[in-house]
């Protein structure tokens, strides 16, 4: 008690600086965005009061917000498998005694350092030249090209990352856990099953975390790799807000009810992710 | 003796037996999964090097045929690098980018330890709130205020790169200060309070005692921050990138641009200077960055 006294007095010196670029990048943009999406505006000052009418137009007016936050769930329902199961696998092997394990470590993590604009085009070009020289066809000829071209390029990403995570949580298993299934003879599916992913349950539970927050909220590697195309069909959340915002006339209101749904959404998935996953959790 | 005890030393014996067995075909295993996971590591790196093959072609062999090596016929030399490049304006960009990104990062390493650490000491009612209102801030999508902190920005003249900092301080202090507040919690009080004895100001007391215990956990924060503000794109796109353009803002505003015809052979040069700022990173820091990542991960 005696240093919480001692230091209270300070609250100008050490908490004020980040407290103020907190209201002024937080909490006032905040506030004014809920507000605003009960209001009709085009600039600040001319917001009017509609009360739930952006709320009701969000999902029958433009009608593609529901397609997008659908082809969100979709897209992160088969990223969060995929890059969560190769990710755990790479992991698992990449931890044996194999030659050169740190560069191939190495080569899977890179590509998560990279921003989302940059890798969006890098996999244009790509997925453009196969489709080019497979079908003659380009990523906006259809939406599933769209779809899976973000499933491949976000597994790209991010299996490196998740990688490292559970190569850190493999290291943490006590050995005599393992010796003690050896020796019972246990084949390697039972040890899986029963020890190895029970014991890392943290690890899949802050895996399984970030890829469903990255996924839900994806926008760059979206609006880089097809920005809707074609037909804003393979538009995500993230990115159809974007273009109620800023692209249609007058839509503004809508725009930010819309945001203020999916942060709801985005809120209420991770926080029910967490609570499922931590209730698995056991202690070495 | 029950069944599964006979059953278990049964098996015991048989895997003794067959241990030298077993040790042989984990050696195979081990040479096949390193001739595996060598010509995955080609194929992933396949992407990284298709751009960098395609920045020394000339501009309609990007787009045609993109697979091909350059030949007498595509091959550029380096002129993607000298002429594509002031077409996109990626100098400028790099600047903007190293300022902002340097900047902003020292300013929340310092800043959100300094916060933290009164957040971690005091008992009082505003410092739960204000953790608590951090917390949140992780969660929100930043589409929920994209309009309304740019609004902000142009009020308070916040939207220039100077600016910049303010704003990522105030939107990234969330994840910082609750990495910090957890690390700091775990440091025992006894060494604040033996210096606030021998008579040290809560300034020494923080630079002297707090902050050098908190080195490894700043460095998981730089690496983390350093990676979010070098990439992010609709910040600075909507707050500064009608003036001043980062790396990302560039590459988007290039590939948008509707006047004319896109250089592709300029852009390859650009999505591969892009690139270099990151290997080079990568490669000085890989350890740390690893090591601050997953670090990152676990108290986030």
Same mark, same amino acid.
């Given at each position: ?55 009701? !137009? ?46 191939? !470590? ?82 390697? !599916? ?95 | ?300």
């Amino acid at each position: 008690m005696r240093v919480s006294h001692y230091i209270k007095k300070w609250f100008p010196v050490f908490a004020l600086p980040t407290f103020l670029c907190f209201i002024l990048a937080f909490i006032v943009p905040f506030a004014m965005g809920l507000y605003l999406s009960f209001t009709s505006f085009r600039t600040v000052n001319d917001a009017t009061w509609v009360g739930l009418d952006n709320y009701v !137009r969000a999902f029958t007016q433009n009608g593609d917000f529901l397609a997008s936050l659908w082809f969100t769930v979709k897209f992160t329902v088969v990223s969060v498998i995929t890059v969560n199961v190769l990710g755990f696998t790479v992991a698992m092997l990449l931890t044996r005694a194999i030659r050169g394990r740190n560069v191939f !470590r190495a080569v899977f993590f890179l590509p998560n350092l990279i921003g989302g604009i940059v890798l969006g085009y890098i996999w244009q070009l790509i997925l453009n030249a196969i489709l080019q020289a497979m079908f003659h066809q380009d990523l906006t000829y259809s939406a599933t090209y769209g779809f899976w071209g973000l499933v491949i390029l976000v597994n790209w990403q991010m299996v490196g990352y998740m990688m490292v995570i559970y190569i850190a949580g493999i290291q943490n298993i006590p050995t005599d856990v393992l010796e003690a299934a050896d020796i019972d003879g246990a084949r390697f !599916r039972h040890k899986l099953f029963s020890v190895i992913i029970p014991m890392m349950a943290g690890s899949i539970t802050i895996c399984t975390f970030l890829t469903l927050s990255n996924c839900l909220k994806m926008f760059d590697q979206n609006l880089a790799l097809t920005n809707g195309a074609p037909q804003n069909q393979s538009e995500g959340a993230a990115l159809n807000i974007f273009r109620v915002f800023y692209k249609l006339r007058n839509q503004q209101g809508v725009g930010q009810a819309e945001a203020v749904i999916f942060f709801v959404f985005v809120a209420v998935v991770a926080y029910l992710q967490l609570r499922a996953t931590r209730s698995k959790e056991v202690d070495a | 003796m029950s069944m599964s005890a006979t059953l278990r030393a049964k098996r015991s014996a048989g895997s003794r037996l067959s241990s030298a067995d077993a040790k042989a075909r984990g050696k195979v295993f081990h040479v096949i999964a390193f001739w595996a996971f060598l010509v995955v590591s080609i194929i992933y790196l396949v992407p990284l090097l298709l751009v960098l093959v395609n920045s020394f072609k000339g501009n309609l062999f990007v787009s045609q045929t993109p697979f091909a090596l350059p030949n007498s016929e595509s091959f550029t030399a380096g002129q993607n690098y000298t002429d594509g490049l002031q077409k996109t304006g990626f100098f400028q960009a790099l600047g903007v980018s190293v300022f902002i990104t340097v900047c902003a990062t020292l300013v929340i390493v310092l800043l959100t330890a300094m916060v933290a650490w009164y957040i971690a000491r005091v008992k009082a009612w505003y410092t739960s709130v204000l953790y608590y209102l951090f917390v949140f801030s992780m969660v929100v999508p930043f589409q929920m205020v994209m309009f309304t902190m740019s609004k902000v920005a142009n009020v308070t003249h916040l939207d220039n790169p100077i600016g910049m900092i303010v704003l990522y301080t105030g939107f990234g202090a969330g994840l910082s200060v609750f990495i910090y507040v957890g690390f700091i919690r775990s440091i025992p009080i006894d060494l604040e309070e033996a210096a606030m004895i021998d008579g040290a100001s809560s300034w020494q007391v923080f630079f002297r005692v707090i902050f050098p215990i908190l080195r490894p956990t700043a460095m998981t924060i730089a690496i983390l921050n350093v990676m979010w503000i070098w990439n992010d794109f609709l910040l600075p796109y909507l707050v500064i990138g009608s003036q001043w353009k980062t790396i990302p803002v560039a590459v988007q505003s290039y590939m948008q641009g509707t006047y004319g015809a896109k250089d592709m052979g300029g852009f390859m040069a650009m999505l591969v200077l892009s690139i270099i700022p990151i290997i080079i990173f990568f490669l000085i820091g890989q350890k740390s960055i690893i090591k601050g990542v997953t670090a990152g991960a676990v108290k986030g």
